[in-house]
């Protein structure tokens, strides 16, 4: 048998069945080839299928290993759902006390009968005049003042960025995005048949010269960043840097979306979009910023390209939600939003600070006013085998291949999300974390190194309150 995807259904097969674990190694191609008497050429394939499944993981130098997580079909992590284990560290969802009980009161008047009735009308992706004023509101700074007229809606913020991926590249064109980036993006850019190229980054984010150089193997038709609190490096980029992009932008002529969805965590940073206004579309959600539920996206973009994405945004049937952005607007005007905003950079710094303690000695690259950490695992360790380790005590993780755009080069480091657990069950998680990752993985098994966090001991964390 030399039909590549038959080898592969069965090696598909011996991972549901358990056969091949998570974090397993499977055998170099050639003795694969050798042990079902293929050509070396036929096992390359099969390989390279495993990987596009999204059942293996190629590290190189390494080998070839069962990839732990979540999948989904096309082997994409698309980091939508929450987790199933006890501890979700996978997934951010940030809320902080008496959050509910604020958003409430602004809610009561939009409940009336006359106001709810014009808050359930539709709207388009314009979104209506009073959002525009208080979104502007919200976004302006003295850096950077926007104005109503630029103003974009979609139904939350994916959807902001795929109205504007689809309106600046067309299908089968290029793409640049940081060589580790957001795992929506590149589920989005796969249904839009749009082609990623991985741009290098170091400690402090994007380097303008890899957009140049990509550009000059093959023409790019935008970038997408994440300039402030990236996901999953957690880095920013220093205002000389983002001076530089935006230039090298500029001189390109490329357009850029800049996504800034966790950028009211840094809100004395200034934006792409005020450095490159004129070719810089910035999309945001009230996800992060208030709560999971509430989804409305929007995005600030420039005259040039507003038909585009407003086109975009209609054609996807991604227009916004009018009773969420009635709502917005109400929690905006009388300082909810804001005073949410400020609790959870104290909560984001509390869970930077707790976790930098339980860490202590591991090689952690976190903004000390971020809700993740990028956890750089020590030597014995490879991501796909600590996260089904971690997994078997009941915590969640996202390996580095959930973020790497291309497979083949992907470190072997892991994302912690902070933001979802209470307090004392985060720490208790990531001192779990810890003792793991100072073990050695064993015979190949993941998941046997590290104490377990049973559901006697969750259901007890779980009881204990969360106060900053």
Not at 33 to 38: D, E, K, L, T
Request: contains cysteine; hydrophobic residues 45%; positive net charge.
């Amino acid at each position: 048998m030399d039909d590549y995807r038959l080898i592969a259904d069965q090696v598909a097969a011996d991972i549901a069945d358990g056969r091949l674990r998570p974090g397993q190694q499977l055998p170099t191609q050639r003795a694969f080839a050798r042990s079902r008497g293929i050509a070396a050429s036929t096992a390359a394939r099969v390989y390279r299928e495993l990987v596009r499944r999204g059942l293996t993981v190629g590290e190189v130098g390494r080998g070839t290993f069962v990839r732990a997580g979540h999948r989904t079909d096309g082997g994409r992590v698309p980091l939508a759902e929450p987790a199933v284990t006890p501890v979700d560290l996978e997934l951010n969802y940030p809320t902080v006390p008496g959050q509910a009980e604020l958003l409430a009161s602004g809610l009561a008047p939009l409940l009336r009968a006359d106001a709810l009735g014009d808050a359930l009308r539709p709207v388009g992706a314009a979104g209506t005049g009073a959002a525009r004023r208080a979104f502007a509101a919200l976004l302006s700074t003295a850096a950077w003042e926007v104005d109503g007229p630029e103003l974009l809606f979609a139904g939350n913020g994916r959807q902001a960025i795929a109205g504007a991926l689809s309106a600046l590249v067309p299908p089968g064109q290029r793409l640049g995005v940081e060589e580790l980036t957001y795992p929506v993006v590149k589920a989005v850019a796969e249904r839009l048949g749009i082609r990623l190229v991985p741009l290098a980054v170091d400690e402090h984010g994007l380097l303008p010269d890899a957009v140049a150089a990509a550009h000059r193997a093959a023409p790019l038709r935008a970038v997408y960043v994440q300039p402030r609190l990236q996901n999953p490096l957690g880095v920013s980029l220093p205002q000389e840097r983002a001076v530089a992009l935006a230039a090298e932008l500029r001189r390109l002529d490329l357009p850029a979306v800049e996504d800034a969805i966790w950028s009211f965590l840094r809100p004395e940073a200034a934006p792409l979009a005020s450095l490159a206004p004129e070719r810089t579309v910035l999309v945001d959600s009230l996800s992060k910023r208030l709560a999971p539920g509430l989804t409305t996206g929007f995005a600030v973009v420039p005259a040039g390209l507003r038909e585009r994405v407003a086109g975009a945004l209609r054609s996807g049937g991604w227009a916004p939600s009018g009773f969420a952005l009635e709502a917005a607007v109400r929690w905006i005007g009388d300082g909810t939003l804001a005073a949410v905003e400020a609790a959870k950079r104290a909560d984001a710094t509390a869970r930077q600070l707790l976790a930098r303690e339980a860490l202590a000695g591991q090689r952690l690259r976190a903004d000390p006013c971020s809700y993740y950490l990028w956890w750089e695992l020590p030597g014995a360790w490879r991501a796909e085998t600590f996260v089904a380790a971690a997994s078997r005590a009941g915590i969640s993780l996202t390996p580095a291949t959930a973020f790497a755009v291309d497979p083949r080069r992907s470190p072997s480091a892991v994302r912690v999300g902070l933001a979802s657990p209470p307090l004392p069950v985060l720490a208790r998680a990531l001192e779990v974390l810890g003792r793991i990752a100072a073990g050695a993985p064993r015979g190949g098994n993941p998941g046997d190194d590290g104490q377990q966090l049973t559901a006697d001991n969750f259901r007890n964390l779980s009881a204990v309150s969360c106060q900053l």
